[in-house]
């Protein structure tokens, strides 16, 4: 087994039964991963997001047993300790694991992102709270203006948030056809049947 693999199911563990948890966890992970695919990231620097995107949130559960809440700050404080001893668990190298802890413990902290790793781990994690925080489209799009960077994090909040689909009505076909008709009918145009 990989030790991505093994890092996902230790923190489904560690998680267990809190099914809101996971399930965060995951989909960070996931627009993690192909947010810094396609940003072009190197190796160490993609497995460094990746890992840090499945233990991100790993300060809630000690933040609410100690203070009975889990905000940000308490998550950054909580957090470093516990994915460090993880990832070594793990086996994770010494570099990745530091990086790792880092970016827990600045993962709420918007001012100052310098590093691709640290800027997608952010972008990742909004692209979850927004639709699980059920933001309104107006903080969306003022949060993706002002922390958003890359390429790919934008488009996906575009294609999730912003872009309406399509309604048709029932008859749309009909309606379609109809307006044809009634066009080469103006313009004198006679179709032989």
Known sequence: MNKYNKLYLAMTDFFAGDVKRIQHFVKVHSFAKIIGEEEGLDGKTQEI????????????????????????????????????????????????????????????????????????????????????????????RKTVEKIFKTKTGKSLAEDMYFRRPVKLSDTWAEEALQDLEDFIEEQGVYIRQ
Request: proline residues 3%.
């Open 49 to 140: 997001l990746e890992a840090a995107a499945l233990v991100h949130d790993i300060g809630i559960k000690p933040a609410e047993e100690k203070y009975g809440r889990s905000e940000g700050k308490l998550q950054e404080q909580e957090g470093p300790a516990i994915a460090e001893k993880m990832l070594h668990e793990l086996e994770f190298a010494e570099d990745v694991t530091k990086r790792v802890a880092w970016l827990v413990a600045h993962h709420h902290t918007y001012s100052h992102i310098e590093a691709p790793d640290h800027q997608i781990l952010v972008e990742a994690d909004f692209l979850v709270n927004f639709y699980e925080g059920d933001m309104k489209e107006e903080t969306i």
